[in-house]
């Protein structure tokens, strides 16, 4: 039958943006779900209150993401693609133990995320 969206919209009549972009959709989706979700734990667990530099670390990784996906897009696909995985098993350690000084220090709603973290980490192993 179809493949991909042919059925929808034949190949033939896309604009060529499109069939560039859409090679590289599974880390540009990764991506976006990653920062995304650094966004949402640095303001869950309230990161700039109870601790500041992990605070920093998170814009850190946000940012390295990004570059990574820029890079990926522009450049050499196939390795940075090695690379997002290597950032996304280093976020989902850095939320794991984050997670857990937040909730050492008194924050209960941690214990949510420091949960999620770790069903997370055992879904990777």
């Known amino acids: ?11 033939d009549s896309l604009p060529p943006f499109w069939l560039n972009l859409s090679r590289y959709a599974d880390i540009l989706f990764a991506a976006s779900g990653l920062v995304v979700f650094l966004v949402f734990f640095h303001h869950y667990l309230d990161l700039p209150k109870h601790l500041p530099r992990a605070a920093r670390h998170t814009k850190w990784l946000g940012l390295a993401i990004v570059v990574n996906v820029v890079l990926a897009v522009s450049w050499a696909y196939y390795y940075l693609n090695l690379v997002q995985s290597l950032l996304t ?15 050492r220090r008194g ?19």
């Open 89 to 103: 098993l280093l976020l989902v350690v850095f939320t794991f133990t984050t997670s857990l000084r937040v909730y």
């Open 107 to 125: 924050y209960e709603p941690a214990k949510h995320m420091l949960l999620a973290s770790l069903i997370s980490i055992v879904g990777l192993f």
């Open 1 to 11: 039958f179809f493949t991909t969206f042919n059925g929808l919209w034949p190949m």
